[in-house]
């Protein structure tokens, strides 16, 4: 059973009890992030991304999908977080990731992204940054 309670008292520690969805507060998150995770962190997708939906859930055309994969992050694919935008962008950071498979590089907002379980301190950090992006 996920404890709550832990997760609330961690994002109160990295930007206190204004939770709101401030660029304040994504400063905040930023620096704690950057003093607390060793880079670069294996990441995935948390599920697909927009742009995929039609493609799987609307029944789209498979081969034009697997065409724009090669060119477009997917949920399917691995991800090393190399570094985060300086600068934040519609009420989320941006990451900086390099796939595995064909090392291109893509900007990813990180409330998309989860660590993989192999950093435990990674994943929880990302786990709570998602969890204020989306609930706060």
């Not at 595995?100 to 990302?126: C, M, N, P, Q, V």
Request: proline share 4%; hydrophobic share 35%; net charge negative.
């Amino acid at each position: 059973m996920h404890d709550f309670d832990n997760d609330e008292k961690r994002i109160d520690a990295v930007i206190g009890s204004n939770t709101e969805k401030s660029t304040k507060n994504l400063l905040k998150w930023q620096k704690y992030f950057i003093l607390n995770v060793v880079l670069p962190l294996r990441v995935s997708a948390i599920e697909d991304f927009p742009w995929e939906e039609p493609y799987i859930f609307g029944g789209w055309d498979k081969k034009k999908y697997e065409k724009l994969k090669k060119e477009r992050p997917s949920y399917t694919d691995q991800f090393d977080l190399i570094d985060l935008m300086e600068e934040p962008l519609d009420e989320d950071l941006i990451a900086i990731v390099k796939r595995i498979s064909d090392r291109k590089i893509f900007h990813i907002e990180l409330s998309w992204l989860e660590a993989s379980e192999d950093s435990e301190k990674g994943y929880t950090i990302l786990s709570d940054y998602s969890t204020w992006h989306c609930n706060y």
